[in-house]
């Protein structure tokens, strides 16, 4: 069955200093793989998305994600964190099937960029 | 743009009461998921629909039911509601079924059962 792990619960990094937020994946054909953000009280929003292609995907507000099939990873990444990026990460993955497939997610990675 | 809309945003009900959360897509979606977070918890799927018709089944309990009406917006009908069914309820939309589609989420309707 198709999962995402998300191996950190929590990411404290300062204002300025390059993050990372960590996704491997297991699925047993091409993987569909998705960033998400949850703001407080807030529905989630969609980042970016790796589907075919460049691994480097660019996305919203400055994110990036690598996909990695060796490593079977797909970790986001922000050059500069601002304080405004702290919130709940959620990294998701499907695979195509025989129609509809419904979004399977990690447990989230609350990241926190301290002034 | 025109977002996914949920109503209502929150609701209270009491153990065995009914609740009904409506969710209305991106205007063209044809698509739409219904997923559950639980405090502290990642959204599970519930059930999501193709065209009026259910395409997925998730953890979706039996005394829960759904449907997509014919101008794509959907229902979550939740009877004999449980304290464990207090929950976030997002409702995403989609426009067609590929894997690679990107699902837009709604702002959720926060269900307190007491």
């Known amino acids: 069955a198709q999962s995402v792990a998300q191996p950190e619960d929590q990411v404290n990094v300062a204002e300025g200093n390059p993050l990372t937020v960590k996704c491997t994946y297991s699925v047993s054909g091409n993987p569909y793989l998705f960033w998400y953000v949850q703001y407080p009280n807030r529905g989630l929003q969609f980042l970016l998305k790796y589907i075919t292609g460049d691994n480097l995907v660019k996305g919203s507000y400055g994110f990036e994600a690598e996909f990695n099939k060796s490593q079977t990873s797909f970790h986001l990444k922000k050059p500069s964190a601002l304080v405004s990026d702290s919130a709940l990460y959620f990294c998701?993955?499907?695979?195509?099937?025989?129609?509809?497939?419904?979004?399977?997610f990690g447990k989230g990675t609350r990241l926190s960029v301290i002034a | 743009a025109a977002g996914v809309i949920q109503s209502p945003r929150h609701l209270i009900k009491e153990k065995r009461e009914t609740a009904t959360l409506k969710c209305y897509p991106i205007?063209?979606?044809?698509?739409v998921y219904w997923y559950q977070q639980g405090p502290g918890q990642d959204p599970q799927f519930l059930i999501s629909f193709y065209e009026k018709m259910q395409s997925d089944k998730g953890s979706i309990p039996d005394r829960f039911s759904a449907q997509q009406f014919s101008d794509y917006h959907s229902e979550l009908n939740m009877s004999s509601l449980e304290l464990g069914d207090s929950a976030l309820y997002f409702c995403a939309s989609s426009l067609g079924q590929g894997a690679g589609e990107t699902q837009y989420f709604g702002p959720g309707t926060r269900l307190l059962v007491l």
């Open positions: 998701a993955v499907k695979f195509w099937d025989s129609g509809n497939t419904p979004l399977v």
């Open positions: 205007p063209r979606h044809d698509t």
